[in-house]
């Protein structure tokens, strides 16, 4: 069944460096990828998405990720974080020909001075 | 400015009451749907909507009933058979043309029951 797996539920940082957050899936076909950020009681927005093509996504705020397709993963980046990238993030999957997003538990960022 | 509006923000209810949760959107998109989120818990469907007078049970639809009577308005009563309703409420919306469905989140209705 398809599933998605965000290992780390909270990860500290400081300020300027560098912040890998970690997503693998779980699917038998073709996915779409998405990564989510949520600030506190706010709605998600989306930060980038890997429909095709280069497997190097790059989104709004700095961040990219990389869709590995043997490792079925799909890793979110950025080289220098900011106090302000204190939110929660969430990994997301659609399976082809499916209307449904299947979210990961979601990691706490949380970027101290 | 286009995007998805769910009122109220804030939301008080007593146990055995049912209450219904707005939401609009103006992005001309025809797939809607709700999602309840908890704490530690990510983001979990309760239904869905690809057209107008269709909808189809998400993977937490027990308790919970919705009517999808015009495009842009997707409204969701939570029902007094809804064992823990106290949650954070997401409505989103997506276009249908594949692949490039992503799905719009509106700002939320945090539900509390008293």
């Known amino acids: 069944a398809q599933s998605v797996t965000q290992l780390d539920s909270q990860v500290p940082v400081f300020e300027e460096a560098p912040v890998e957050l970690r997503c693998n899936y779980s699917?038998?076909?073709?996915?779409?990828l998405f990564w989510y950020v949520q600030y506190p009681n706010q709605g998600l927005q989306l930060l980038l998405k890997?429909?095709?093509?280069?497997?190097l996504v790059k989104g709004i705020n700095g961040f990219e990720a990389e869709f590995n397709k043997s490792q079925t993963s799909f890793h979110l980046r950025k080289p220098s974080v900011h106090i302000s990238d204190t939110a929660e993030y969430f990994c997301?999957?659609?399976?082809?020909?499916?209307?449904?997003?299947?979210f990961g538990s979601g990691t706490r960022l949380l970027v101290r001075p | 400015d286009g995007g998805i509006t769910q009122s109220p923000k804030y939301l008080f209810r007593k146990e055995g009451q049912n209450v219904t949760l707005s939401c609009e959107q103006n992005?001309?998109?025809?797939?809607m749907y709700w999602y309840r989120q908890d704490p530690g818990q990510g983001l979990r469907l309760i239904y869905y909507?690809?057209?107008?007078?269709?909808?189809q049970k998400g993977d937490i639809a027990e308790g919970y009933s919705v009517s999808r009577e015009k495009k842009e308005s997707f409204p969701l009563t939570v029902t007094s058979a809804q064992k823990n309703p106290t949650a954070f409420y997401l409505c989103?919306?997506?276009?249908?043309?594949?692949?490039?469905?992503?799905?719009?989140f509106g700002p939320g209705t945090r539900l509390t029951v008293l």
């Open positions: 989103a919306s997506s276009a249908t043309g594949f692949p490039y469905n992503e799905q719009f």
């Open positions: 699917s038998s076909v073709s996915v779409y």
């Open positions: 890997y429909l095709s093509g280069s497997t």
């Open positions: 997301a999957v659609r399976e082809d020909s499916s209307y449904k997003l299947i």
């Open positions: 992005l001309n998109h025809d797939a």
């Open positions: 909507s690809q057209i107008v007078n269709d909808f």
